[in-house]
């Protein structure tokens, strides 16, 4: 589905946007009819509350409560509850600034996604916004478009998103906005030198792959790299059948960094941009990668594999490497990569690295704007030790017991090498309904990368 606003010139109905502290002022305003309605209803405008005001035709409008500033700073995007509305066009009527006005429209615009490619019994038509005043309709059309790209492909389930299918969207992407790709997969791998890449997919029927798409002839160099682990079962080191509910989702940075390729060059965006995605399964079979196995990487440093469950960093080390083989201003990795994560800083934050103070100023300015939350965690370079474990350069699970997420982005950050490198290590998935965030897939970060580029690059 496409993201939409209604026309400008459709017949809308009102959608009243009322502050707690403006509740007495609002039912004043109102007729003796629709005032009675409210107060009988009880509306005492709390954050999200939704209520359907009749008129002699039907509903003649709606109302929605705004709540308390101290109730609006712990949810964000409460005002798309109001996407549940009957089916037509609908209209804002409220004292909203315009951050809130943006607010507003993107999380409209972002719950109206609906996954129904499974259900027999499709969901109607959903009611519509008309695009309130001062909000740019083609950033928040093109955040909507590349947020949808992302949840589609992560709540596809593996049987439907193997590497063969990431690989197809992948090309769809490409040839719609008139990019260049091109895929390695199989034992091409391996003449093509990435060994690793090779490793973690081999066992399986669906042949793993690289893919590499460029974007833009002028301007500031961006990569985004992401990980496309289209289903983990922790391969021989075997992941418990709970650990593998949610492994559908594995590939959830190589679908975030093309929801967010696809929001760049949906707005046409004055950068060069390069996206490479590492696609495989982590499945067993008689020719798995093994615990204990030595793989000599792309960039030539050797991994000992101590756990086959932390196959995530290997794939990425190799699309790392190749990353840096060629200049770029910006570097952005993005991956599903730790439980460790999770425990920091819970399901709803996107937790990121970097070495560069002023990237890190750029994406919390991003984040702020796009309301995207992210939280900056550290690369401590005296954790570096733990990652190495004497018989090869490095040890991919150290099994330390402590900052498992922070050992997993040093580990990247060897294979990235580059001053301006930014590492998010995200869940991608919402596990409740949330405004704007139903259950499933969800991106985490793209937002506020896509609002923080041009004081990342410059421009």
């Known amino acids: 589905?496409?993201?939409?606003?209604?026309?400008?010139?459709?017949?809308?109905?009102?959608?009243?946007?009322?502050?707690?502290?403006?509740?007495?002022?609002?039912?004043?305003?109102?007729?003796?009819?629709?005032?009675?309605?409210?107060?009988?209803?009880?509306?005492e405008a709390a954050l999200g509350d939704l209520r359907l005001i009749p008129g002699g035709d039907g509903v003649a409008a709606a109302v929605i409560g705004f709540g308390s500033a101290k109730t609006r700073a712990r949810q964000r995007f409460a005002l798309a509850k109001a996407a549940s509305l009957p089916a037509g066009a609908w209209h804002l009527v409220g004292n909203l600034s315009q951050t809130q006005r943006d607010e507003a429209a993107l999380g409209w615009l972002l719950a109206m996604y609906r996954f129904d490619r499974y259900r027999?019994?499709?969901?109607?038509?959903?009611?519509?916004?008309?695009?309130?005043?001062?909000?740019?309709?083609?950033?928040?059309?093109?955040?909507?478009?590349?947020?949808?790209?992302?949840?589609d492909l992560i709540n596809t389930p593996a049987a439907d998103m193997g590497p063969d299918q990431l690989e197809a969207a992948f090309l769809e992407l490409a040839a719609r906005f008139g990019a260049r790709a091109k895929v390695v997969k199989g034992d091409d791998l391996l003449e093509q030198n990435f060994p690793?890449?090779?490793?973690?997919?081999?066992?399986?029927?669906?042949?793993?792959?690289?893919?590499?798409?460029?974007?833009g002839n002028s301007g500031p160099s961006l990569t985004l790299v992401g990980k496309g682990v289209c289903f983990d079962t922790g391969g021989l080191n075997i992941k418990p059948s709970t650990g593998m509910l949610l492994m559908k989702k594995d590939m959830g940075g190589a679908a975030t960094v093309m929801g967010l390729a696809q929001m760049i060059m949906q707005l046409g965006l004055p950068v060069r941009l390069r996206v490479i995605v590492a696609a495989v399964e982590n499945v067993i079979a008689g020719n798995a990668l093994k615990p204990k196995d030595i793989l000599t990487s792309r960039k030539g440093l050797t991994v000992?594999?101590?756990?086959?469950?932390?196959?995530?960093?290997?794939?990425?080390?190799?699309?790392?490497?190749?990353?840096?083989?060629?200049?770029?201003?910006?570097?952005?990795?993005?991956?599903?990569?730790?439980?460790?994560?999770?425990?920091?800083?819970?399901?709803?934050?996107?937790?990121?690295?970097?070495?560069?103070?002023?990237?890190?100023?750029?994406?919390?300015?991003?984040?702020?704007?796009?309301?995207?939350?992210?939280?900056?965690?550290?690369?401590?370079?005296?954790?570096?030790?733990?990652?190495?474990?004497?018989?090869?350069?490095?040890?991919?699970?150290?099994?330390?017991?402590?900052?498992?997420?922070?050992?997993?982005?040093?580990?990247?950050?060897?294979?990235?090498?580059?001053?301006?490198?930014?590492?998010?290590?995200?869940?991608?998935?919402?596990?409740?309904?949330?405004?704007?965030?139903?259950?499933?897939?969800?991106?985490?970060?793209?937002?506020?990368?896509?609002a923080g580029l041009p004081a990342m690059l410059g421009s």
Request: aromatic share 8%.
């Open 196 to 215: 690793m890449i090779h490793a973690v997919g081999r066992a399986s029927p669906r042949e793993p792959r690289l893919m590499d798409l460029h974007w």
């Open 304 to 450: 000992e594999v101590n756990d086959t469950d932390a196959e995530g960093r290997l794939v990425l080390g190799d699309a790392l490497a190749l990353a840096t083989e060629t200049p770029t201003d910006v570097l952005i990795s993005m991956a599903t990569l730790t439980g460790a994560a999770r425990v920091a800083v819970g399901p709803d934050l996107a937790p990121y690295y970097t070495d560069d103070a002023g990237m890190a100023a750029a994406l919390e300015s991003g984040a702020a704007a796009a309301f995207d939350p992210v939280w900056r965690l550290p690369f401590h370079t005296p954790y570096e030790h733990i990652i190495e474990p004497g018989i090869a350069d490095l040890d991919n699970a150290p099994g330390w017991g402590f900052a498992g997420s922070v050992t997993a982005a040093l580990f990247l950050r060897r294979f990235a090498d580059h001053p301006r490198y930014m590492h998010f290590d995200i869940y991608g998935h919402a596990p409740a309904d949330l405004p704007a965030r139903p259950k499933g897939g969800v991106g985490q970060g793209a937002r506020a990368i896509l």
């Open 120 to 151: 027999t019994a499709k969901v109607g038509a959903p009611a519509v916004l008309q695009l309130p005043e001062g909000c740019d309709a083609d950033r928040l059309l093109a955040m909507a478009a590349g947020e949808y790209l992302t949840r």
């Open 1 to 43: 589905m496409t993201p939409v606003f209604a026309e400008s010139t459709a017949v809308s109905r009102p959608l009243h946007i009322v502050a707690a502290e403006d509740l007495a002022g609002f039912l004043q305003s109102q007729s003796v009819a629709a005032r009675g309605w409210l107060t009988d209803q009880g509306f």
